[in-house]
């Protein structure tokens, strides 16, 4: 069974920082593509940033220049590096995973979400 479990959200005033990270666990052989989402309530998911299992990453372009994801695919962990966060970043940030091999299965995972408040 796959798991991803996030950690990292938070409350934080305007200009502050933040780091979200997931972690994957299982019997995992590789991941092809992970990346965070964020979500409002009654909202579809919206793309925050990707990164593949080479390092090619993608933004939304609201947070280019202020976001930043990396990985380490020996902990099957994903990070998300948040700076100068404004308030209209606030939401519930959740984990993906994309091509997920295990002996068994290939497959995609979402995290549970973690929520980042940014608020003065």
């Known amino acids: 069974q796959v798991q991803l479990v996030e950690s990292g959200g938070g409350f934080v005033q305007p200009g502050g920082s933040l780091r979200l990270s997931c972690t994957a666990s299982?019997?995992?052989?590789?991941?092809?593509?992970m990346g965070w989402y964020r979500q409002a309530p009654e909202k579809q998911y919206k793309l925050v940033a990707t990164i593949t299992s080479d390092d090619t990453t993608d933004y939304a372009d609201s947070v280019k220049c202020r976001f930043t994801i990396s990985r380490d695919n020996a902990k099957n962990t994903v990070y998300l590096q948040m700076s100068n966060l404004k308030a209209e970043d606030t939401d519930v940030y959740y984990c993906?995973?994309?091509?997920?091999?295990?002996?068994?299965?290939?497959?995609?995972?979402w995290g549970q979400g973690t929520q980042v408040t940014v608020s003065s």
């Open positions: 299982g019997s995992i052989s590789s991941i092809g593509v």
């Open positions: 993906n995973a994309r091509g997920v091999i295990t002996p068994a299965t290939i497959g995609d995972y």
